[in-house]
C-alpha cells in the first residue's frame, strides 16, 4: 500500500458516536476515519454495534451523541445521501416490483444511475427481469439488492452482511464484482461481516468494535507489522516476564504450548519463536478479549483523538 | 492489496459477446416504452415510486368512486323521471305514498356508503401507507436513494391526498345533485342529519382527508401495519362521533319572538322551510323565558288559560337554524377539519426529519 494514500480525504470520519438504546448503549464514544479509497472490514461479535454504526452513517439513525461526517458532509445532506450507497442487513425490497421496476426505482431516483452495470450484476446471476422480488431466492434478492446499491454509482458503499445469505461461489464471484468495481471508480467500501477468512483477500483497511467502542482500526498492513505472534513452551501462570514489556492483546496456552499477540514495544527477547500474524489471528484475538488496549493507527484517527485511546477531547 | 484510483471511463470488458443479444432485446424494449411515453404522460422520480408502490390501494379507490358516481347519476335520472311523471314540485310528495318510498331508500343506503368512506380509506390507504414501508424496512432502501426523505413523505401525503381529493370530492358533487331536486324535502333527507350533512358538499372531503391523515400519523408512531390499523379504526370512529355530536353548533342560531299569546292556532311563528328548532319556549311579559310545558298539567282549558296568565305568557321565543346555513356551516366545518389535517401534516414531517425510517 503507497504512502500516499495516508493523506487521502477522509471517506468517513466519525467523532464520539454513542448511540443509546432504551436497553442500554450500542455504540459508545466511538471514533475513527475512513480514507477514501480503501475498503474496509468493520468486525465485531454480534450485537457489537456494526449495525448501528452503518445506519448511522447511512442516515437511518440519529446518533445519541457524537457525530459522522461523510466527505466532510453530515449524513442527510443532499450531497452525501448522493455519493453514498446503503445496503441494509435485512435487504429490503418491494416484494410486489419486478426486478426490472426494482431497478427503475434506482434509475428514477439517482441522478448518477449506472443502469449497464446494475444490469449486468443482474445477469451474471440468471435472474430474469421480469419476476417478482417475492417469487425470487434469498441469493437473487441478495443479488437485486446489490445491484441497487451499485448502480447508484456512490463513492461510500456501506454494506451490512451483504454476503449472509450467499453460496461461496456467488459470495466469490459478488465480491470479484465488488472490488473490480470499487478499483475502476475508486469506491470506498465499509463492510461489516461474520466471515473472517473472507476479509483477508478484499479488505486494505479493518476496525474492529467491540462493547459498544472501537477496538482496533487501520491499514491491515500497518497493523500486521506493528503486532507479533510469539510461541513457546509454557512456563508457568502467567504471562512470561520477557513479554511483560510489550503490549499484551491475548495469550493462551494449549497443552505445553504457550501463544501470545504482542505488540512488541522492542526487540522480542527471550525463547520464543516470532511470526506475523495473518489477519484471521488477530482478528480472533482482538475479538476474543475485549479488554485489550485498543488500537487506532494515525491514518484511522480522527483529530483530536489521542494514540490508541480512542478517546475524544470533547 | 492496490486499489487503483485512476478515472478510468473505459467500459467493462467482461460485458463483452454474451450479452450483446440481449442489449438488444433491452433497447428494444426501450423504444417501446419510449413510443409509449409519447402516447400517454408518464409518471417519473418519487411520484412513480410511489404510485407504483400503492398503485392498487390507489386504482380501487378511484374506480370504486366512478362506479359510484355513475350509480348516483342512474339513481338521479330515475328519480327524476318519477317526479316529472308524478308532477312534482307543483303536485307534494306527501301524497305519493309508497311510491317515492324506494326513491327515498336509495337515498339512506347511499349516504351510508359514503359515511363509511373516511373510516374504509382512514384504515385501508392512511394505516398502512408509511406504517407497510417501516415494518418491511423498504423505509430503508427509499431513504437509502438520493432523494430527501422529505420528498419521499410529501409525495406519499401529496398523492394519497390527491386520490383522497379527487375521490370523495367527485362523490360528494354526484351525492349533492342528485339530493338537489328534493333538498326541501324532510322526508327525503333531514338537511341536519349526518346522511346530509356529512355526505354534501367540502365536509366528506374533509372528514376523509383528516381521517387518512390521521392513519398515517398512527402508522408512523406505531411502526405496525395491523396495529395501526385497528388504532386508525378506532380514530376515525370516534372522529364521526365528535363531529356529529359538534356539527350543528357551526351555525349561528336565529331566535324569534312573538307576542300573540301561545294557545291560539296561528301563535307559533312562520318559521322557514327546514328549519332545524333547537329551542322553544314561552315568552313572558319581562322578558323571561319558561318552559312551554309549563301549564301542561292544567286539567281543564280555563284552569291553563289561568296558569298562563300567572305566567305572564306573552308569546314564544324560539331558536332555530334556516337551511340556508348549511353550506356554510359546511364550509367553517370543514375548514376546521382542514387545519387539523395541515396539523397532523406538520407532525409527519417533524416527526418524519427524526424519527422515519
Known sequence: MSDGMYAGEPALEAYGLGMRYRRGWALRDCSFRLPAGRICGLVGPNGAGKTTLLS???????????????????????ESGRRTAFL??????????????????????????????????????????????????????????IALAFGK??????????????????????????????????????????????????????????????????????????????????EGDGVPADLAHHTLVESRTSGRQFTALIRPEGPVTGPWETDAPNMEELLLAYLRSPDAPPLITPTAQVQGQAYGTGAVAA | MSISTSGST?????????SD???????????????????????????????????????????????????IVYQRGQMTDFLDGYGYPAKSLDEAGNEFQQYV??????????????????????????????????????????????????????????????????????????WNPVKTEATVMDWTSDAAFNTTGPVPVALTLLSVFGGVAIGVVLRRTLMAMVVTFGFTVVLQLVWSYFFLSLG??????????????????????????????????????????????????????LCMKKADVVGWSVEYLPMSQMSGMQWFGASILFALTAGVAVFLFVWGRKRLV
Not at chain 1, 63 to 71: A, Q, R, W
Not at chain 2, 119 to 134: E, K, T
Open chain 2, 252 to 305: 349561528s342560531s336565529v331566535t324569534i319572538h312573538t307576542n300573540k299569546g301561545v294557545t291560539a292556532d296561528n301563535s307559533f311563528p312562520s318559521l322557514p322551510d327546514n328549519a332545524y328548532v333547537i329551542d322553544q319556549s314561552y315568552l313572558t311579559g319581562s322578558g323571561d323565558l319558561v318552559g312551554w310545558s309549563t301549564c301542561a298539567g292544567a286539567q281543564s282549558d280555563a284552569a291553563g288559560e
Open chain 1, 153 to 234: 454509482r456512490p463513492d461510500l458503499l456501506l454494506l451490512d452482511e451483504p454476503m449472509s445469505d450467499l453460496d461461496p461461489v456467488v459470495r466469490h464471484e459478488i465480491m470479484g464484482t465488488l472490488l473490480a468495481e470499487a478499483a475502476e471508480r475508486g469506491t470506498t467500501v465499509l463492510m461489516s461481516t461474520h466471515v473472517l477468512a473472507e476479509l483477508e483477500n478484499v479488505c486494505d483497511y479493518l476496525v474492529i468494535v467491540s462493547g459498544g467502542g472501537v477496538r482496533l482500526a487501520g491499514d491491515v498492513d500497518e497493523l500486521m507489522s506493528v503486532h507479533t505472534l510469539v510461541t513457546g513452551a509454557k
Open chain 1, 88 to 145: 441494509a442487513q435485512e435487504k429490503p425490497l418491494f416484494r410486489r416490483f419486478t426486478v426490472a421496476e426494482t431497478l427503475r426505482l434506482g434509475r428514477e431516483l439517482n441522478p448518477g444511475w449506472d443502469q449497464r452495470s446494475a444490469e449486468d450484476i443482474i445477469r451474471a446471476g440468471n435472474v430474469p427481469f421480469d419476476a417478482k422480488i417475492s417469487t425470487l431466492s434469498g441469493g437473487q434478492r441478495t443479488r437485486v439488492a
Open chain 2, 21 to 71: 443479444g440481449k442489449n438488444g432485446t433491452m433497447s428494444a424494449t426501450m423504444t417501446e416504452t419510449t413510443t409509449e411515453a409519447t402516447r400517454r404522460p408518464r409518471l417519473s422520480g418519487m411520484t412513480w415510486l410511489v404510485w407504483r408502490q400503492h398503485r392498487a390501494a390507489f386504482w380501487t379507490i378511484l374506480a370504486a368512486a366512478a362506479l359510484s358516481v355513475a350509480w
Open chain 1, 56 to 78: 448511522i452513517a447511512a442516515h437511518v439513525l440519529q446518533p445519541t451523541h457524537g457525530s459522522v461526517s461523510l466527505f466532510g458532509e453530515a449524513p442527510g445532506s443532499a
Open chain 2, 105 to 178: 331508500d336509495a337515498f339512506s343506503s347511499v349516504s351510508m356508503g359514503l359515511m363509511a368512506i373516511p373510516i374504509l380509506l382512514g384504515v385501508f390507504l392512511g394505516a398502512p401507507l408509511l406504517s407497510g414501508d417501516l415494518e418491511t424496512g423498504t423505509a430503508k432502501l427509499v431513504v437509502a436513494q438520493s432523494v430527501s426523505r422529505s420528498r419521499w413523505l410529501a409525495t406519499k401525503l401529496g398523492l394519497a391526498a390527491l386520490v383522497v381529493v379527487v375521490s370523495t370530492t367527485a362523490l360528494s358533487a354526484a351525492f349533492g345533485w342528485w
Open chain 2, 10 to 18: 473505459s467500459t467493462s470488458t467482461t460485458t463483452g459477446s454474451t
